[in-house]
């Protein structure tokens, strides 16, 4: 058994909140990068040397890299054999956020009910995603997710018969739909199986995956792959203004499904797919 | 093309923009969003007056990020500006000539642009830190309580943007899907 105080935890949280909103990782700072050599549009270019000039000017002068600083997205990985000490690990993690968007003069974007809509002040509370696994460790991902995009993603619940040409539609109708709504260049996050709410869940854990990283199961890897290039003939470009690079990456994520069912959960992130990874 | 305009626009400017034109604002403009938007349409139902004059004016869909202690704003890009669908064709009925947001608009606001010779321009989203630097002044003027969504006047200097919907009704977002 590992005692891990709770104070730890407010403390990591603030930081990452912080530190996603200002860095971009480096796999995503590549895309770029080989976005803006390979473009056709000359708009397009010119927007793909904007957003790297705004990731400069983010990280050198403490200004967020977009205004939309985001919901908190937090994945917690437990070990069993961990003790949370010294109070409630959910008020620990939402204090973490609370003090990261209030010292990090970040946007509050959280409203306390979703018709009655006061803002909570202080972007409380986070959506948290607790997950048990072995071992005396604790994993926290915080992936602040801004609704430019979030508002664009979608589920389909496909049938069996449906399949893999059902899956490709459904992604690509999504990403028609968002256009220059999202951001783009997109990353896309794909949840195919489970149930409703566990597709949207690999969705949005597919977004907190390395760009550079396939999937491990070839299918899964080809498909990517595929869906990438298919919407990368769409047109719709950097900004929705037409070109060569709509999205950076497709991530997709499985699960097991019902005999009935073929669930999609599909989550568009724009060209800034902020998250941050530490292990406590 | 490249142009430079300023902000309040003037007519016989705005007739010259086409889609697709690469534009760098200088001037007045305010910020009003989603919560701004639904409180000014509610003041007008009532008959009150606005907080701003729209006339020959431009809103900016954005909702900053705080400013650090020194600089007039924090990060300072577009928000999507569908969501203002519903209260622009009124705005603009009453004199507003330019919107700044990202992504698509209704038949209804593009009708709207072209009976009030007006226009939409995109910013560049996720580009808030960089276009933070064309923003030299930030005033909260109206809706204070709205915080992040509070109508500011900013004083902008070669701000950036790309005509999407010019006062011909073209459309650039239409336009790049057509040529594929």
């Known amino acids: ?280 | 093309m490249e142009k430079n305009i300023t902000a309040p626009l003037i007519g016989s400017e705005i007739k010259e923009l086409k889609s697709g034109d690469y534009v760098y604002i200088t001037g007045t403009i305010y910020t009003a969003r989603d919560a701004a938007h639904k409180r000014m349409y509610e003041a007008l139902e009532k008959g009150e007056k606005l907080p701003i004059d729209l006339e020959n004016n431009v809103i900016y869909y954005m909702g900053p990020s705080p400013a650090r202690e020194g600089r007039p704003i924090g990060s300072a890009g577009p928000t999507t500006a569908s969501r203002m669908d519903k209260y622009a064709p009124k705005m603009l009925d009453l004199g507003l000539k330019g919107m700044i947001g990202k992504g698509k608009r209704s038949e209804e606001v593009k009708s709207a642009i072209v009976r009030n010779n007006a226009v939409y321009f995109a910013a560049v989203g996720g580009a808030g830190a960089l276009l933070s630097k064309s923003i030299k002044k930030s005033e909260v003027i109206a809706y204070d309580d709205l915080g992040t969504e509070a109508v500011r006047k900013l004083e902008v200097e070669n701000f950036p943007a790309i005509v999407v919907i010019d006062s011909k009704g073209n459309n650039l977002y239409e336009m790049v899907l057509q040529s594929c």
């Not at chain 1, 926290?140 to 997710?145: D, G, L, Y």
């Open chain 1, 1 to 280: 058994m590992r005692e891990i105080d709770v104070k730890t935890v407010t403390e990591n949280i603030k930081e990452m909140c912080i530190e996603a909103n200002h860095f971009l990782s480096d796999d995503m700072k590549e895309c770029l990068t080989n976005a803006v050599e390979s473009e056709k549009s000359e708009l397009g270019k010119k927007v793909l040397n904007s957003l790297e000039e705004n990731l400069k000017i983010a990280r050198e002068d403490m200004i967020p890299i977009c205004q939309d600083t985001g919901m908190a997205v937090i994945f917690i990985k437990i070990g069993q054999d961990v003790h949370f000490t010294g109070g409630n690990l959910e008020e620990a993690i939402n204090e973490g956020v609370r003090r990261g968007y209030i010292d990090g003069f970040l946007r509050k974007s959280v409203v306390n009910d979703p018709l009655i809509r006061e803002n909570t002040k202080d972007n409380t509370p986070a959506i948290i995603h607790y997950e048990i696994v072995n071992g005396d460790k604790v994993t926290i991902t915080m992936a602040p997710k801004g609704f430019g995009s979030e508002n664009m993603s979608r589920i389909f619940m496909l049938k069996p018969a449906d399949g893999i040409e059902g899956v490709k539609n459904a992604v690509l109708t999504a990403v028609k739909d968002a256009g220059p709504n999202a951001c783009p260049p997109m990353v896309i996050g794909v949840g195919i199986g489970g149930d409703f709410e566990k597709c949207a869940i690999l969705a949005k854990k597919a977004l907190t995956r390395n760009v550079s990283v396939h999937s491990d199961i070839p299918y899964v890897k080809e498909l990517e792959i595929e869906l990438l290039k298919k919407i990368n003939q769409l047109s719709i470009g950097p900004g929705g203004l037409g070109g060569t690079n709509t999205a950076f990456a497709v991530n997709i994520e499985t699960y097991p499904t019902h005999i009935a069912g073929l669930p999609v959960g599909i989550n568009i992130c724009c060209h800034v797919n902020r998250h941050v990874t530490r292990e406590l």
